[in-house]
């Protein structure tokens, strides 16, 4: 049995309660086969075993009390996975669904994606099974305290800086930050990302990820001799990447059609009105249903998994994990869908990635294609540590400069070992190999 093999069954039998994070452990590890085979250096070091091995796991309780004085228990927590570049740095989510295993598996592709941005950051993530929806802002700023109260000893802007994920933006971002300044009595600006302008935030932060998803399909449809004009794009989600994909594809000449919540989704064959998408969710905060009331000729249907079912040329998955499943990506597949573009976090399962390459879909993969939030948050760092603001057009530069080297690194690398198309096996094996060769400089650590 080959060396990959084997890790790959030492982490099921470890971690065998954590289907994401096995599901993760087994999509990176299956595309470094040929690299294994060129490095046998990295066998003897025991890499692999190493790096799927997170170097710190940290799990807590928050208690806190909503507007009537109810106590509340919730689970935090934060996985310091991988130092081997620079500190670590991944966001957090506050999501019911939150648990040990979809921290991993969201710490484990972190690593590789801030890999591939060439910056100086590890991997990390966190988040709680705290839902903020449906609670009010003192309820979401004393569970944001309770939350920083535990954490911050374990954060510093040369050890492991958070950021937003699901669940968590400028509001929650900006609740943390004060209580971590409380504490510690230190203005540290560069402890958190996604902070407000008014306080060490960066312009482009809130566009980062949805921008950065639409310029690396960019330049992987102009590598196919393709481009978005006059495409027709469904874009799953409603939140951050969701509406800034959708604006940025427009901006390109896409024809979105469709977007969603976990409720349902909206269908406007004209184009999504994104100012209206603006205005419900990140003014109202409301559900993606109340577009048709200001768009009275766009359809609006319950069931958000059909959305799968239109006919589309590009879908750019920007909701949650395993988004798309195999009888999903056949739908596509079939409707003539040519390309898709990775802005979740690990949105399509690993067969459905199989069957999309089998057919020649072209596939940007979400450490690759969503990776300009975290690299624009290394620029808000950066920014941070001068005391000296960018301009939005400065930092969109700087963002799209980041995207364009990821896929000529990705493409690059699958070249390189054999597969040459797959950004996919590109994008895993090019953020792993600057990874790889750090640790083996610093030794058994």
């Known amino acids: 049995m080959n060396y990959v093999q084997n890790v790959t069954n030492l982490s099921k039998k470890r971690d065998s309660a954590e289907p994401e994070f096995q599901q993760a452990v087994e999509e990176v590890l299956?595309?470094?086969?040929?690299?294994?085979?060129?490095?046998?250096?990295?066998?003897?070091?025991?890499?692999?075993?190493?790096?799927?091995?997170?170097?710190?796991?940290?799990?807590?309780?928050?208690?806190?009390?909503?507007?009537?004085?109810?106590?509340?228990?919730?689970?935090?927590?934060?996985?310091?996975?991988?130092?081997?570049?620079?500190?670590?740095?991944?966001?957090?989510?506050?999501?019911?669904?939150?648990?040990?295993?979809?921290?991993?598996?969201?710490?484990?592709?972190?690593?590789?994606?801030?890999?591939?941005?060439?910056?100086?950051?590890?991997?990390?993530?966190?988040?709680?099974?705290?839902?903020?929806?449906?609670?009010?802002?003192?309820?979401?700023?004393?569970?944001?305290?309770?939350?920083?109260?535990?954490?911050?000893?374990?954060?510093?802007?040369?050890?492991?800086?958070?950021?937003g994920d699901i669940g968590v933006g400028g509001r929650e971002?900006?609740?943390?930050?004060?209580?971590?300044?409380?504490?510690?009595?230190?203005?540290?600006?560069?402890?958190?990302?996604?902070?407000?302008?008014?306080?060490?935030?960066?312009?482009?932060?809130?566009?980062?990820?949805?921008?950065?998803?639409?310029?690396?399909?960019?330049e992987m449809?102009?590598?196919?001799?393709?481009?978005?004009?006059n495409k027709t794009v469904i874009i799953s989600g409603s939140g951050n990447?969701?509406?800034?994909?959708?604006?940025?594809?427009?901006?390109?000449?896409?024809?979105?059609?469709a977007m969603c919540d976990s409720k349902g989704y909206i269908y406007d064959s004209k184009g999504i009105n994104i100012e209206t998408v603006k205005q419900i969710k990140e003014v109202e905060r409301t559900r993606i249903s109340e577009y048709v009331k200001h768009n009275p000729e766009a359809e609006y249907h319950e069931n958000q998994r059909t959305l799968w079912d239109l006919k589309c040329d590009i879908a750019?998955?920007?909701?949650?994990?395993?988004?798309?499943?195999?009888?999903?990506?056949?739908?596509?597949?079939?409707?003539?869908?040519?390309?898709?573009?990775?802005?979740?976090?690990?949105?399509?399962?690993?067969?459905?990635?199989?069957?999309?390459?089998?057919?020649?879909?072209?596939?940007?993969?979400?450490?690759?294609a969503n990776a300009g939030g975290v690299a624009t948050s290394a620029l808000e760092m950066a920014q941070n540590s001068m005391r000296i603001p960018w301009t939005f057009e400065e930092v969109n530069n700087k963002l799209d400069d980041i995207m364009v080297n990821i896929f000529k690194e990705s493409s690059a690398a699958a070249e390189k070992y054999g597969v040459p198309g797959n950004y996919v096996a590109g994008a895993n094996i090019a953020g792993f190999i600057k990874v790889a060769d750090a640790m083996l400089c610093q030794g058994i650590v």
């Open 30 to 163: 299956h595309s470094l086969k040929p690299v294994m085979d060129m490095h046998p250096e990295y066998k003897e070091n025991c890499i692999l075993e190493r790096l799927i091995e997170p170097e710190r796991q940290l799990m807590f309780r928050v208690p806190w009390t909503d507007d009537k004085g109810q106590i509340h228990v919730n689970r935090g927590y934060r996985v310091q996975f991988s130092s081997a570049i620079g500190p670590y740095k991944g966001g957090l989510r506050f999501h019911p669904s939150v648990n040990l295993g979809i921290v991993k598996f969201l710490g484990f592709e972190q690593i590789f994606k801030n890999s591939l941005t060439g910056l100086s950051i590890g991997g990390g993530k966190g988040g709680s099974d705290f839902d903020p929806k449906g609670k009010s802002d003192r309820e979401i700023m004393r569970f944001c305290q309770s939350f920083m109260t535990e954490l911050y000893r374990h954060l510093g802007d040369s050890v492991d800086i958070p950021a």
């Open 173 to 218: 971002i900006g609740y943390l930050f004060g209580q971590y300044k409380r504490i510690k009595n230190d203005f540290e600006a560069g402890v958190l990302t996604g902070k407000g302008l008014k306080y060490g935030g960066s312009l482009v932060r809130t566009e980062a990820t949805g921008y950065g998803v639409v310029y690396f399909v960019r």
């Open 221 to 229: 449809l102009k590598a196919n001799n393709k481009n978005f004009k």
């Open 241 to 257: 990447v969701a509406i800034y994909a959708c604006e940025k594809a427009q901006e390109y000449g896409a024809n979105v059609v």
């Open 316 to 368: 750019l998955p920007c909701a949650t994990q395993n988004d798309i499943n195999l009888e999903e990506a056949k739908k596509l597949v079939e409707n003539g869908c040519f390309a898709i573009g990775e802005g979740a976090n690990m949105p399509c399962t690993n067969s459905a990635m199989d069957y999309f390459q089998e057919n020649n879909v072209l596939l940007a993969p979400s450490k690759a």
